[in-house]
């Protein structure tokens, strides 16, 4: 069973940045394919970065030049640098992982994904 757990939301002002951080506890995969979703209220959940066991990074064109997805391998930690925040980042920002199955559209896909719990980012202008 895979646990991942958020930190690193907040609220903060526009033009500001916060850095999301997830740690991955329980099975190790020998290739992944790990991201950030977000859903803002009234809104479906959407694909913001995913990154896989072999560097591939991909983007939503919403958050491209303005966040950095990283994974350290040591520490099992995803990270989400979020720069030059706007009221449009506002939402709750959910990690996701699932066992690397291949790519589609530039991306890692995922399917069957592990959740975590979320961390609320507000950004006010």
């Known amino acids: 069973q895979v646990q991942l757990v958020e930190s690193g939301g907040g609220s903060v002002q526009a033009g500001g940045s916060l850095r999301l951080s997830c740690v991955r506890s329980?099975?190790?995969?020998?290739?992944?394919?790990m991201g950030w979703f977000r859903q803002a209220p009234g809104k479906e959940r959407e694909g913001v970065a995913a990154?896989?066991?072999?560097?591939?990074?991909s983007y939503a064109d919403s958050v491209k030049g303005r966040f950095t997805i990283s994974h350290d391998d040591a520490s099992n930690t995803l990270y989400l640098q979020m720069n030059s925040l706007t009221p449009e980042d506002t939402a709750m920002y959910y990690c996701?992982?699932?066992?690397?199955?291949?790519?589609?559209?530039?991306?890692?896909?995922?399917?069957?994904?592990?959740w975590g719990q979320g961390t609320q980012v507000t950004v006010s202008s």
């Open positions: 996701a992982a699932t066992p690397f199955i291949g790519v589609v559209g530039g991306s890692c896909a995922f399917r069957g994904n592990h």
């Open positions: 329980g099975y190790t995969y020998i290739s992944y394919c």
């Open positions: 990154i896989d066991s072999s560097r591939r990074t």
